[in-house]
């Protein structure tokens, strides 16, 4: 069974830019989650979507944004980018939601630059 | 942001010995708590979990061990192997979200 697939995998941007992240769960996995990952910070929870709808959201500033599809892709979008969203985003799936698993399947994740 | 704190950001093992990593906890009313793995250029990876109404839980070579009055967490290695060499996070579910702690980076001497 493929694993999580995250693309793309690396991506270079200037500030004011948006970017889109994209995110394939594995198959049969209906709960995505996204987490952005720095080296200060760690791994910090960004929002997590359950058939289409967000379930929980972390707190970050609007200019984050997802959104799930009924074939349970997800991706997320960040606007206006900042320098300090230069991060690791983490995309993980699980066949429940949070509500019933900790067990998420990570994806390798998109590192994006912002200069 | 959110997350659950640690004790060492690093921690240097000799091969063939135990490896002990630490975590606390502040939410008293967490209940559940995860053991992730992450290696380098790679997402975490689920290692154990262990719920509230347990002390301990044993798996493969890993044992999580649960001080609910301490509020501190523990994940043990048995003979620790350079494949063990990785990023250690100790997560719980608080508000229905993942949380995770910054980390504890696990060196193998040889």
């Known amino acids: 069974k493929a694993g999580v697939t995250q693309t793309p995998r690396y991506l270079i941007k200037t500030r004011g830019q948006q970017v889109t992240l994209s995110c394939s769960p594995i198959?049969?996995?209906?709960?995505v989650s996204w987490y952005q990952q720095t080296p200060g910070q760690g791994l910090q929870f960004l929002f997590e979507y359950f058939s289409e709808t967000q379930r929980n959201k972390g707190n970050f500033p609007g200019r984050f944004s997802g959104r799930q599809f009924s074939n349970s892709r997800s991706e997320m979008n960040v606007s206006t980018l900042e320098l300090g969203d230069s991060a690791l985003y983490l995309c993980?799936?699980?066949?429940?939601?949070?509500?019933?698993?900790?067990?998420?399947?990570f994806g390798e994740g998109s590192r994006l630059t912002v200069l | 942001g959110e997350s659950v704190g640690l004790h060492l950001p690093t921690l240097s093992v000799q091969e063939g010995d135990n490896s002990i990593i630490n975590c606390a906890y502040s939410n008293s009313a967490s209940d559940y708590f995860i053991w992730y793995k992450q290696e380098s250029g790679k997402g975490p990876q689920f290692i154990i979990d262990?719920?509230?109404?347990?002390d301990k839980r044993q798996g493969q070579r890993v044992t999580v061990l649960l001080n609910k009055t301490v509020k501190h967490l523990s994940l043990q290695i048995a003979a620790t192997q350079p494949g063990d060499s990785a990023v250690y996070f100790c997560?719980?579910?608080?508000?229905?979200?993942?949380?995770f702690g910054k980390g504890t980076r696990l060196h193998i001497l040889p």
């Open positions: 198959s049969g996995h209906r709960s």
């Open positions: 993980a799936s699980s066949f429940g939601t949070t509500l019933n698993t900790g067990e998420l399947f």
């Open positions: 262990i719920r509230s109404n347990m």
């Open positions: 997560a719980e579910k608080r508000d229905d979200k993942i949380i």
